[in-house]
């Protein structure tokens, strides 16, 4: 086996610098390995810049994405402080009622009757089901 091996290194060898004297082969492999080499180099190149574009287009909408969510988070920002807003007037109205004690025995009237309401509604709708 190392024979063989032997034999064909002797024998490219051997051609090799027989290829090597004539100039026109030298240069037509040479030019034909450089136009090989070209056409890889401008298929990468031509890869590369179609990798570019959808990576800059995904870039891109990641940005318009970012930015609506940042808008929406802007107005959801503004809308909880109006409400923060409302709720402290309204819990400031709420405790001036209660600082008196007549409008506090009223409150107390007005959430007895609520309460009492609430619960003979539950009743009635209770014996409805019990009939059906």
């Known amino acids: 086996m190392s ?20 100039e026109g082969g030298l240069r037509s492999s040479s030019s034909f390995s450089h136009e090989i080499k070209e056409h890889d180099n401008d298929k990468a190149i ?9 990576l800059k287009r995904l ?15 802007d107005r959801m920002g503004n809308g909880m402080d109006a409400t923060r807003g409302i709720m402290s007037g309204t819990m400031d109205r709420f405790n001036k009622v ?11 009237l007005v959430v007895g009757f609520v309460v009492s309401f609430l619960i003979i509604y539950y009743l009635i709708r209770m014996l409805r089901y019990v009939r059906d």
């Not at 031509?46 to 959808?54: K, S």
């Open 3 to 22: 024979y063989r091996r032997d034999y064909r290194s002797s024998k490219s060898a051997l051609f090799d610098s027989f290829d090597k004297l004539e």
């Open 46 to 54: 031509d890869g590369l810049q179609d990798r570019v574009a959808f």
């Open 59 to 73: 870039t891109g909408d990641i940005h318009d994405e970012v930015e609506s969510h940042n808008r929406l988070l």
């Open 98 to 108: 209660f600082e008196k004690k007549s409008n506090r025995r009223m409150c107390t």
